[in-house]
């Protein structure tokens, strides 16, 4: 199975700033079949982005993914307090899928 | 838009078989995968498998001896059986549905703890 790797572990930045988040793959994910997540406290999960690249609907543009193969990243720019959560990624290129460990976004 | 609640004993005996029911609603159940996921304390989520609406199921290797997901496309459910169940198995467990193999409607999650 391939194995996601998320770093980093913990992000805290202040508002207004630029969140860089990474995802790298055990071995290349089919078709760059990606997907990042959004997960607050007590909330379901929120999906963001599909297919690496592709943001879903009613996400804002200031949020973007992107990478192919092994490597992905999650930008998020013009932080605000809405953005403190998890972030998960998720490979749905082959079976089983597989999860990131996450990386929390702590907003300062 | 479509939402999904999570259903069933928060507390299971080891060796027995946890139950879990997911109701779909805002939605048709039609033309979807239907998916489990689950989340251990301090480990990270864990796909189960998933359903499409006609009946085919796909599992995780790891669980699959244990597990059952089947659908009630009459009551807009879909549901989870987990056979002979450890201390281990003690998670938030998720359901989701999946447009394609990646979910992107996911319920709150509930806490099952496995214990005597």
């Known amino acids: 199975e391939i194995v996601l790797t998320q770093s980093p572990g913990t992000l805290s930045l202040s508002p207004g700033e630029s969140a860089t988040l990474s995802c790298r793959a055990s071995?290349?994910?089919?078709?760059?079949?990606l997907a990042w997540y959004q997960r607050k406290p007590g909330q379901a999960p929120r999906i963001l982005i599909t297919?690496?690249?592709n943001r879903a609907a009613g996400i804002p543009d200031r949020l973007s993914g992107s990478g192919s193969g092994t490597d992905f990243t999650l930008t998020i720019s013009r932080l605000g307090p809405e953005d403190s959560a998890v972030y998960y990624c998720?490979?749905?290129?082959?079976?089983?899928?597989?999860f990131g460990g996450g990386t929390k976004v702590e907003i300062k | 838009q479509v939402q999904l609640q999570e259903s069933g004993p928060g507390l299971v005996k080891p060796s027995e078989t946890l139950s879990l029911t997911c109701t779909v609603s805002?939605?048709?159940?039609?033309?979807?995968?239907w998916t489990w996921i689950r989340q251990p304390p301090g480990k990270r989520l864990e796909w189960i498998g998933n359903?499409?609406?006609?009946?085919?199921?796909n599992y995780n290797p790891s669980l699959k001896s244990r597990v059952t997901i089947s659908v009630d496309t009459s009551k807009n459910q879909f549901s989870l059986k987990l056979d002979s169940v450890i201390a281990a198995d003690t998670a938030v467990y998720y359901c989701?549905?999946?447009?394609?193999?990646?979910?992107?409607?996911w319920g709150q999650g509930t806490l099952v703890a496995v214990a005597s």
């Open positions: 998720l490979q749905y290129g082959s079976s089983p899928l597989t």
């Open positions: 071995q290349s994910v089919r078709d760059n079949y």
């Open positions: 297919g690496a690249s």
């Open positions: 805002g939605g048709s159940i039609s033309n979807y995968y």
């Open positions: 359903i499409y609406y006609s009946g085919s199921t």
């Open positions: 989701a549905r999946g447009t394609g193999w990646v979910p992107d409607y």
